[in-house]
């Protein structure tokens, strides 16, 4: 085993927590080295949204293939690994359990140390991969699947969660009414796209709970509203892209409203956003012209940073093993994780 004062040299990432295969290579000096994504989109489409078992299966199918991908664009051989980390929670568990594996086994063989990291706390810190970094303390918007959350991010492993879904996620409701629309999965950017053509201000949605105190969301609310203006508007054509705009309008509002609230509260001047729902471009204009005017500063990774991807476990993997970090041999995955239960990289106790 390497010891904690060797420099660290490149992490190997693995995310396997839904329906993405995602691996890459990180190094503190040469940054990210490669990387490779592999969607399992077009398995679950008939299903209309993700087969958990299918997941899995495919993520054991794919995992090693992109590994290999991977070392051969980094220009690197396995040996060169430091260390491996992958995806341990949230998500789906066998899905979870498949980059567990392959990538505690990948470690052990090759005598380095493994590392499980949570997937959301990789979305949140994978704006510090891009060029013009923000410096801690910053605000954070996390959007994805399965969350919502602002968090006050202190640094890394301080995380106070400030604003909470107390519902859907807000991903999830851009999926479930874009099924209601009639469109193919995934939603979200299925929607956005019919947005495009849909006419602002035909529907007037409502911005939950933004007429009370608190950074809490709620977003089951809006599905309904869509699915109730669908059937009014049952025999126009052209309701679906005013409906599918009315509802982006009302989220993207409604996010607005919070992060401005966020920012008047703590005072913080930097906002990042993440998660694949910060991929849209509607949210990321929106936020962009808010924080101009307001004075403060908004950071997006890259859309394809935003979805899911090896790259930010990669980064999280070399951050926390640099920090000294060790997980032990166990195979440990979780379905559920609060963000809020981490801590700073710390070397672990001999
Ligand atoms: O972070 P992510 O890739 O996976 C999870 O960790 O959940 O987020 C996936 C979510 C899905 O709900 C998807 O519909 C949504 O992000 N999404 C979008 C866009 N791209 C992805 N939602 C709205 N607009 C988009 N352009
Ligand atoms: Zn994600």
Same mark, same amino acid.
């Given at each position: 085993?390497?010891?904690?004062?060797?420099?660290?040299?490149?992490?190997?990432?693995?995310?396997?927590?839904?329906?993405?295969?995602?691996?890459?290579?990180?190094?503190?000096?040469?940054?990210?080295?490669?990387?490779?994504?592999?969607?399992?989109? =077009? %398995?679950?489409?008939?299903?209309?949204?993700?087969? !958990?078992? /299918? #997941?899995?299966?495919?993520?054991?199918?794919? &995992?090693?293939?992109?590994?290999?991908?991977?070392?051969?664009?980094?220009?690197?051989?396995?040996?060169?690994?430091?260390?491996?980390?992958?995806?341990?929670?949230?998500?789906?568990?066998?899905?979870?359990?498949?980059?567990?594996?392959?990538?505690?086994?990948?470690?052990?063989?090759?005598?380095?140390?493994?590392?499980?990291?949570?997937?959301?706390?990789?979305?949140?810190?994978? =704006? %510090?991969?891009?060029?013009?970094?923000?410096?801690? !303390?910053? /605000? #954070?918007?996390?959007?994805?699947?399965?969350? &919502?959350?602002?968090?006050?991010?202190?640094?890394?492993?301080?995380?106070?969660?400030?604003?909470?879904?107390?519902?859907?996620?807000?991903?999830?409701?851009?999926?479930?009414?874009?099924?209601?629309?009639?469109?193919?999965?995934?939603?979200?950017?299925?929607?956005?796209?019919?947005?495009?053509?849909?006419?602002?201000?035909?529907?007037?949605?409502?911005?939950?709970?933004?007429?009370?105190?608190?950074?809490?969301?709620?977003?089951?609310?809006?599905?309904?509203?869509?699915?109730?203006?669908?059937?009014?508007?049952?025999?126009?054509?052209?309701?679906?892209?005013?409906?599918?705009?009315?509802?982006?309008?009302?989220?993207?509002?409604?996010?607005?409203?919070?992060?401005?609230?966020?920012?008047?509260?703590?005072?913080?001047?930097?906002?990042?956003?993440?998660?694949?729902?910060?991929?849209?471009?509607?949210?990321?204009?929106?936020?962009?012209?808010?924080?101009?005017?307001?004075?403060?500063?908004?950071?997006?990774?890259?859309?394809?940073?935003?979805?899911?991807?090896?790259?930010?476990?990669?980064?999280?993997?070399?951050?926390?093993?640099?920090?000294?970090?060790?997980?032990?041999?166990?195979?440990?995955?979780?379905?559920?994780?609060?963000?809020?239960?981490?801590?700073?990289?710390?070397?672990?106790?001999?």
């Amino acid at each position: 085993m390497r010891h904690l004062d060797d420099v660290l040299g490149p992490v190997l990432g693995v995310e396997t927590s839904c329906d993405e295969t995602g691996v890459a290579v990180y190094d503190g000096e040469a940054g990210l080295m490669g990387e490779a994504l592999y969607s399992q989109i =077009a %398995l679950h489409a008939d299903y209309g949204g993700v087969v !958990p078992e /299918l #997941a899995s299966r495919d993520h054991i199918r794919k &995992t090693l293939g992109l590994v290999n991908t991977v070392l051969a664009e980094s220009q690197l051989t396995r040996d060169a690994i430091h260390g491996v980390a992958y995806t341990a929670g949230p998500g789906l568990v066998g899905a979870l359990m498949v980059g567990a594996s392959i990538a505690r086994g990948l470690a052990w063989s090759l005598k380095v140390p493994a590392i499980g990291v949570h997937h959301m706390e990789a979305h949140l810190l994978s =704006a %510090l991969l891009e060029k013009d970094p923000p410096d801690f !303390p910053f /605000l #954070a918007l996390l959007v994805s699947g399965g969350h &919502t959350m602002l968090v006050d991010v202190k640094g890394v492993g301080q995380y106070e969660v400030l604003g909470n879904t107390l519902d859907d996620a807000v991903g999830e409701a851009f999926d479930k009414t874009a099924r209601l629309l009639g469109l193919p999965y995934p939603g979200g950017p299925a929607l956005a796209a019919l947005a495009e053509s849909g006419r602002a201000g035909r529907f007037r949605f409502p911005r939950p709970m933004t007429d009370r105190p608190g950074l809490d969301f709620s977003f089951s609310g809006l599905k309904t509203f869509a699915f109730n203006t669908f059937e009014a508007n049952k025999d126009d054509p052209t309701a679906a892209a005013d409906i599918a705009r009315a509802f982006e309008d009302a989220v993207v509002d409604t996010l607005t409203i919070k992060c401005r609230r966020a920012v008047e509260q703590t005072g913080r001047d930097s906002l990042v956003v993440a998660g694949g729902v910060g991929a849209n471009t509607r949210l990321r204009a929106q936020l962009k012209s808010t924080s101009q005017k307001e004075g403060w500063r908004v950071f997006y990774p890259r859309p394809d940073l935003c979805t899911d991807n090896g790259a930010m476990i990669a980064y999280l993997g070399w951050l926390r093993l640099s920090g000294g970090e060790r997980g032990d041999m166990s195979i440990n995955v979780r379905a559920r994780w609060p963000l809020g239960e981490l801590l700073p990289p710390a070397p672990a106790a001999e």
